[in-house]
Antibody
Framework: EVQLLESGGNWVQPGGSLILSCAAS????????MNWVRQAPGKGLEWVAT??????DYADSVKGRFTISRDDSKNTVHLLMHSLRAEDTALYYC?????????WGQGTLVTVSS | DIVMTQTPLSSPVTLGQPASISCRSS???????????LNWLQQRPGQPPRHLIY???DRFSGVPDRFSGSGAGTDFTLKISRVEPEDVGVYYC?????????FGQGTKVEI
């Protein structure tokens, strides 16, 4: 059974940093691209970043501030977030796949507020 | 960036009746590999999104056959042949042909 478990969400002040993690199981992790997608409270879905065998891609809204990485030995994908802003407040989901995001985690909440 | 525009944004439905959601992209979603990566996702209240339809019309594993997708190029449609109570939620189209990936605004389906 595919499982994705996000962690690391927290309250942080504007300008602060946070690292999110997603632990994956139930599939050959190194063979799949992984994504972060976020959802601000009461809003729609916003793609954040993807890491695949070709490299990584980012939404313009986070480029230069966020870094996606993966540890295939630990079946984990991370999202390092710097210079956080109020508009980064959201539930952050980890999702598996490149053109088909077929499995999603339950999400981890990031709140950026003073 | 490719803009995905969904209509309607809210869809009151009657149980047992059909429902339809449209999605239009600002550019062609045909990939260089010949596929069109237009997907539909469902998000039930309080739940993470769930994939329904892949590459315009392929139903994801376990998705009931009352859900169907169609379209080509820049115009796509999700249809529910007979709405069931568990279909309440928000439906999103998403393009995975180009980076950045983009979603439609979401269509709220309510009874």
């Amino acid at each position: 059974e595919v499982q994705l478990l996000e962690s690391g969400g927290n309250w942080v002040q504007p300008g602060g940093s946070l690292i999110l993690s997603c632990a994956a199981s139930g599939f050959p992790f190194r063979s799949y691209a992984m994504n972060w997608v976020r959802q601000a409270p009461g809003k729609g879905l916003e793609w954040v970043a993807t890491i695949s065998y070709t490299g990584s891609d980012y939404a313009d809204s986070v480029k230069g501030r966020f870094t996606i990485s993966r540890d295939d030995s630990k079946n984990t994908v991370h999202l390092l977030m710097h210079s956080l802003r109020a508009e980064d407040t959201a539930l952050y989901y980890c999702a598996k796949g490149l053109t088909l995001l077929d499995y999603w985690g339950q999400g981890t909440l990031v709140t950026v507020s003073s | 960036d490719i803009v995905m525009t969904q209509t309607p944004l809210s869809s009151p439905v009657t149980l047992g009746q059909p429902a339809s959601i449209s999605c239009r992209s600002s550019q062609s979603l045909v990939h260089s590999d010949g596929n069109t990566y237009l997907n539909w996702l469902q998000q039930r209240p309080g739940q993470p999104p769930r994939h329904l339809i892949y590459k315009i019309s392929d139903r994801f594993s376990g998705v009931p056959d009352r859900f169907s997708g169609s379209g080509a190029g820049t115009d796509f449609t999700l249809k529910i042949s007979r709405v069931e109570p568990e279909d309440v939620g928000v439906y999103y189209c998403m393009q995975a042909t180009h980076f950045p990936r983009t979603f439609g605004q979401g269509t709220k389906v309510e009874i």
